[in-house]
Every structure is written in C-alpha cells, then in structure tokens.
Nanobody
Framework: QDQLVESGGGLVQAGGSLRVSCAPS?????????????MGWFRQAPGKEREFVAAITWNGGSTKYADSLKGRFTISRDNTKNTVYLQMNSLQPEDTAVYYC?????????????????WGQGTQVTVSS
C-alpha cells in the first residue's frame, strides 16, 4: 500500500536545528508520481490540535508558512529524490510535536488539513530546554 514515510525526527536542545524528510514508500504514490503532488507539513503537540506548518507546490515554485514559524522553518523538495524536507532552525521547546507530512492534488500549497487526503505516520521532534 502506498504511504508517506517521515524520517529525521529526534531530540534536540533548544536553539538547535533539525531536518525532517518525507518520501513515498514506492516509486509512485496513489498511482501518480511524487512530483504530481503538493506537499505539506503539519504538527501536533500533546493535547493540542494538528496545525499547519508549511506547504510547497508540486514544482517547489511556491511555499507557504504558518506566520509564527516564518524565518525559522524552511520547506523544500527534490523531485529527483521524491523527497520533501522541513528544515527547522532555532528550535524551542514549544516546537515539540509529532510532525506529519501530507500530500494533495490541490494547487496552490493549501494550508488546511482538509485539503490533504494522504498522510504519513509522523515523526517525533522533541526540543529540550
């Protein structure tokens, strides 16, 4: 079964950096190539709702970020490697969450969870103070 697989989570001290990655488990995803999909990153902290982090269009030409994360997080993709990345800098304890990648056929890098029908299992990011 096609699925998205996140990797790169872990434990980091406050002020540190981490890069998480996401790739489909197969050469195609839901019958289409990876480059057919816009991709998003979301996160969910304990006791909180899942929230938008960043999104990128199918060709990387446009990106969007949660306002509170602009300047610290960067989303990118390499379609030759079928991978989307989230570079996280100046991490703070409040960034601790499970980070999920998601795929959509919607254009324009949507920011709503409801626009993404395909989700990975998530990777834990823990920032210690």
């Amino acid at each position: 079964q096609d699925q998205l697989v996140e990797s790169g989570g872990g434990l980091v001290q406050a002020g540190g950096s981490l890069r998480v990655s996401c790739a489909p488990s197969g050469r195609t995803f839901s019958g289409r190539t990876f480059s057919s999909y816009g991709m998003g990153w979301f996160r969910q902290a304990p006791g909180k709702e899942r929230e938008f982090v960043a999104a990128i269009t199918w060709n990387g030409g446009s990106t969007k970020y949660a306002d509170s994360l602009k300047g610290r997080f960067t989303i990118s993709r390499d379609n030759t490697k079928n991978t989307v990345y989230l570079q996280m800098n100046s991490l703070q304890p409040e960034d601790t969450a499970v980070y999920y990648c998601a795929a959509t056929r919607r254009v324009g890098a949507p920011t709503s969870l409801n626009e993404y029908p395909y989700w990975g299992q998530g990777t834990q990011v823990t920032v210690s103070s």
